[in-house]
């Protein structure tokens, strides 16, 4: 029996974008870990209340700069540099990478347990917290490290079965808690070790990724160690600039400070979805872009995607900033509504400025200028350090977010001037990447 007409094209694009480690499982896979990021935000922050909803993404908040570190020293460099090489020689330099952030988390839990402990001795944080915390940490750590490992090895759907487990686990495990009315600050960071354990043990029973520490750091190389070395400067400033703002803000004002933007930047959400799939997606595509017309090609590719999500963000933060108070009372509940709603419009303003933000980022990098993206990050944090300064105590909470958008703004600037001054220069020295 022949087959039916068009059974054939049909079978072609389901077996391209469905069937085969095609991008589409990346961008399934970002909205799949934000979709329950978000969920997750707003059912601890209902029913932790501000102060106890604060003191869980404060402890997060210092998980996420171990992640940074990670990210930036191991896994970046691994994502730039591993599909460069060939099969027998990638995979042991995989392997290698995947080892060494393994020892990294180890040695993070050993270090979070000493703050944990001296947060027990300062009266801040209960055994129970504090040992559920150093858990968590180790098993993201872990599994961030396993998922991406499958990124670069091309095995996008394992990355997205893997985070399925971690994400739609933990949310489970999360609900089952509400219901029996056991939802505290420890038993959140407990359904995350579980979820994350459970991920971690699953991929590590299919595979072999562990090599000797020595012959890993000698796949690794001196390129590798370089590169994250100048992109953990940058991570570190990026992350001080959004994170360590919290911590500032529950240093000076309390807990509640950072429940409260970070309960506001979850309602921003569907935005932060898009710059986070962007990572995914227009570097690569940015990269061939220069390749084919240097320079001239990329800046049409960035200009395009400016005017493009220029309008996209646009529209998403005007029907955002129009149904704000209700999307607070159905997320958080009526009575944050007056907390709440005088923040967004800044969560708004300032994940605009990211997004132009990060196209100048993509810009430098597809250049080889570096040196700029440290240099931007920079100034968005000095900036924000001296506003928070001379704000937090007149403007309170409202200090945090305003803080960070005049970092933006500042960063922005910058980027604009630098922009303006290269192109003012040869096409030779254009070609090459000289800066002014």
């Known amino acids: 029996m022949t087959a039916m007409p068009g059974r054939a094209p049909f079978r072609a694009i389901v077996a391209r974008h469905l069937l085969s480690d095609a991008p589409v499982w990346a961008l399934a896979d970002q909205c799949l870990v934000s979709g329950v990021n978000f969920a997750a ?27 940074s570190c990670q990210l930036a020293l191991f896994m970046m460099p691994t994502m730039s540099i591993g599909p460069k090489l060939p099969d027998a020689a990638r ?37 129970q917290i504090a040992g559920a915390w150093v858990s968590a940490t180790v098993a993201y750590l872990v599994q961030d490290g396993l998922r991406r490992y499958y990124f670069v090895s091309r095995r996008s759907r394992t990355a997205f079965t893997n985070d399925l487990i971690t994400y739609g686990g933990q949310l489970a495990l999360l609900i089952g808690l509400l219901l029996a009315g056991r939802l505290t600050i420890a038993a959140a960071f407990l359904a995350m070790t579980a979820a994350s354990g459970a991920a971690v043990i699953s991929g590590f029973l299919l595979e072999s990724l562990l090599i000797p520490l020595r ?25 001080a600039n959004n994170n360590g703002l919290l911590l500032l803000g529950t240093w000076f004002i309390g807990p509640q400070a950072a429940g409260a933007v970070r309960a506001v930047q979850a309602l921003v959400g569907p935005l932060n979805v898009i710059l986070q799939a962007m990572d995914n997606v227009v570097p690569a595509r940015a990269a061939r872009h220069h390749a084919a017309d240097p320079v001239a090609g990329l800046d049409r590719y960035i200009g395009r995607l400016a005017w493009q999500g220029g309008a996209v ?30 923040l967004i419009p800044w969560a708004l303003a300032y994940i605009c400025l990211a997004f132009f933000i990060r196209l100048a980022l993509y810009r430098y990098r597809t250049l080889g200028i570096t040196q700029n993206i440290v240099n931007i990050a920079g100034a968005a944090i000095l900036t924000s350090v001296v ?19 005049t970092g933006q703004c500042i960063a922005l600037i910058y980027a604009y001037c630098w922009s303006r001054g290269w192109e003012a220069l040869p096409r030779a020295s254009r070609l090459e990447g000289t800066a002014p």
């Open 41 to 67: 935000n707003v059912l601890l922050a209902r029913n932790l209340g501000l102060s106890g909803y604060g003191t869980f993404v404060t402890l997060y908040s210092v998980t996420l700069f171990a992640w």
């Open 313 to 342: 963000f646009g529209a998403g933060s005007l029907l955002i900033a129009a149904l704000a108070s209700t999307f607070v009372t159905v997320a958080y509940g009526r009575t944050l509504v007056d907390s709440l709603h005088g």
């Open 215 to 239: 012959d890993a750091w000698r796949a690794y190389g001196a390129d590798s160690w370089r590169m994250g070395r100048d992109l953990w400067i940058t991570v570190q400033l990026q992350w």
């Open 387 to 405: 506003t928070f300064v001379l704000l937090i105590y007149s403007l309170h909470e409202l200090a945090i977010v305003v803080s960070m958008v």
């Open 91 to 127: 995979g042991r330099y995989l392997r290698g990478a995947n080892a060494l952030q393994l020892a990294f988390s180890l040695l993070v839990g050993s270090i979070a347990i000493v703050a944990g402990l001296m947060g027990v001795m300062r009266g801040w944080l209960d055994y």
